[in-house]
């Protein structure tokens, strides 16, 4: 079966950088657009940060615009968040999800729209 596993969370200082990790089987990854999204406590799930299945289309939420930058390794099944200048406001659990895509430049933000959804890891970004 379909299985996504987030990894590399943890405390991180305020300004630091932390890299997700989001690895992905059962499933033909390449086929698939992938995304990250964020839940605080109390809060809705928060959509971060897409990419086409060919990694060479990307949109971002403007909360993380310019700090936050998706990628992929079809040949490690593989997404990545790497996040850079983090704020308190980042502290969240991690969530990656998956999407059948139709096209190699197809992307999706809505979180109703994705298929599969891994376990999440828990970032805390602290003094």
């Known amino acids: 079966q379909v299985q996504l596993v987030a990894s590399g969370g943890g405390l991180v200082q305020i300004g630091g950088s932390l890299r997700l990790s989001c690895a992905a089987s059962?499933?033909?990854?390449?086929?698939?657009?992938m995304g990250w999204f964020r839940q605080a406590p109390g809060k809705e799930r928060e959509f971060l940060a897409s990419?086409?299945?060919?990694?060479?289309?990307?949109y971002y939420a403007d909360s993380v615009k310019g700090r936050f930058t998706i990628s992929r390794d079809n040949a490690k099944n593989t997404v990545y968040l790497q996040m850079n200048r983090l704020k308190p406001e980042d502290t969240a659990v991690y969530y990656c999800?998956?999407?059948?895509?139709?096209?190699?430049?197809?992307?999706?933000?809505?979180?109703?729209?994705?298929?599969?959804w891994g376990q999440g890891t828990q970032v805390t970004a602290s003094s």
């Open positions: 059962g499933m033909p990854f390449s086929s698939y657009a």
């Open positions: 990419t086409s299945w060919s990694g060479g289309s990307t």
């Open positions: 999800a998956a999407k059948s895509a139709s096209t190699s430049g197809s992307i999706y933000f809505r979180r109703y729209e994705f298929d599969y």
